[in-house]
């Protein structure tokens, strides 16, 4: 069988570089280190940070002294004071690409104007998008949700950086249609962007896709729904037991991407 390894598969500018800070704090053996919640949706990678001494904490409470690190894709600005105030001394792995986005959302919002965020209302990133609200923020995922929206002077809306980058610009397109004045700030990550439009490349090529990633990895899942959008046989792993070796094996020419948050080993 041929195996097409798509160009994009793998880690991120952002992943990476919260990967590195873990690391190289890891390896300072300086005490206690933890990450504040899992630092990526990528089972494999925790374990191998768990291996290096690094836990998962979701309070504070009762973990006396240490680093804490913030992860790629940020918490909302009252945890993060809270953070600060526990006596643990906080790192900030937020992604730049993030940060950005919560930095629309506190510039606007502090002139009045309400966000609507087009994301997951439970991933960590929109939560922490919408701790950045000064008002009241709407979180949207489909172009049904729209007609529920309130009547709104100044809206402005943003998009959680790993969407699906076709619903995105439906969505948008219906909004306009509602509120003629809304500001629009496509806020999806380079990275996204290109594995997406990667994805679409394979269609006519390859028999089918295997995607490799966290099943909990928002930006896997939409590799995953974009490719099976192509009308791809498309194959959902997270390690090398996942795979369907019965169905595969009927393939000639299978392409190969992976999540954002999926190390170059896993791929392999
Ligand atoms: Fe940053 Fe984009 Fe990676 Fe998220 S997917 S961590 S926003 S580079």
């Known amino acids: 069988m041929k195996v097409k390894l798509a160009k994009t598969a793998g880690f991120c500018m952002g992943v990476r570089r919260a990967m590195e800070i873990v690391l190289t704090e890891a390896n300072k053996n300086e005490g206690p280190l933890f990450t504040f919640g899992p630092l990526i949706h990528n089972h494999q990678v925790l374990e191998l940070l768990e291996s ?3 836990r998962t904490a979701d309070h504070v409470e009762g973990l006396g002294s240490g680093k804490i690190i913030i992860r790629a894709h940020g918490i909302p600005p009252q945890k993060q004071e809270m953070l600060e105030q526990s006596g ?8 730049p690409k993030v940060t950005r986005v919560q930095a629309i959302i506190r510039h606007y919002t502090l002139k009045g104007h309400t966000a609507i965020i087009v994301g997951d209302q439970n991933h960590a990133e929109v939560v922490g998008l919408m701790g950045y609200s000064q008002i009241p923020a709407h979180v949207i995922q489909e172009t049904r949700d729209v007609s529920a929206l309130p009547h709104m002077e100044k809206p402005f809306v943003v998009a959680q950086t790993t969407q699906n980058a076709a619903n ?26 290109e594995r997406q439009e990667e994805v679409k490349t394979f269609k006519g090529h390859v028999d089918a896709m295997v995607v490799v990633g966290g099943y909990h990895s928002g930006n896997t899942q939409r590799l995953v729904e974009i490719s099976r959008e ?30 954002a948050s999926t190390p170059h080993w896993m791929i392999k």
């Open 52 to 54: 290096k001494g690094v």
């Open 88 to 95: 643990l001394s906080v790192i900030d792995a937020t992604c």
């Open 168 to 193: 995105f610009n439906q969505i948008v397109n219906v909004l306009q249609r509602r509120f003629p004045d809304i500001r629009v700030f496509d806020t999806i990550c380079d990275a996204t962007h």
């Open 230 to 259: 192509q009308g791809m046989p498309t194959f959902h792993v997270e390690t090398e037991k996942d795979l369907d070796k019965k169905a595969l094996s009927q393939m000639n020419v299978v392409g190969l991407t992976a999540g």
